[in-house]
């Protein structure tokens, strides 16, 4: 197979199970998440990196951005630290999504590892019929 077939078909991939995967475990963490379209389609964007940072076989782009990512949420941990102090009604929420960000960022990682995968599979020496 081709190598452009196999990312394309890989990143289709990754980008599916994504889609499926992250919003089911954001409803575990919390029952009455919603998931924005927006959000979606950051976290195929997200996944799509992923997949391929890892199909280049580096992991530089990934950590890049998981970087970025941290960084940019890193104010809205430490506002978090500073409300358990005070006795606020939203805290839960903040930690619901703090929590969220974390499993969705894993999930995008794991359907991003899948889709590198069976990518790497379809261009295996066994895959092919003879």
């Known amino acids: 197979m081709s190598p452009f077939l196999q990312v394309v078909i890989g990143g289709v991939i990754a980008v599916l199970v994504g889609l499926m995967l992250t919003p089911q475990i954001v409803r575990i963490i919390d029952v009455n998440a919603k998931v924005s379209a927006g959000e979606l389609i950051f976290g195929s964007l997200e996944c799509l990196l992923f997949f391929a940072s890892f199909w280049m076989g580096t992991t530089v782009l990934a950590s890049a951005w998981l970087v970025f990512k941290t960084a940019a949420k890193w104010k809205t941990w430490d506002t978090v630290e500073k409300l358990k ?22 999930a995008n990682l794991v ?16 895959a092919t019929a003879p």
Do not use: C, Q
């Not at 929420?93 to 894993?106: M, P």
């Not at 359907?111 to 066994?126: Q, R």
């Open 85 to 106: 102090e005070k006795p606020i009604d939203n805290v839960e929420e903040i930690r619901v999504r703090y929590k969220s960000f974390l499993a969705g960022t894993a």
């Open 111 to 126: 359907a991003a590892l899948v889709g590198a995968g069976v990518a790497a599979m379809l261009g295996s020496p066994w």
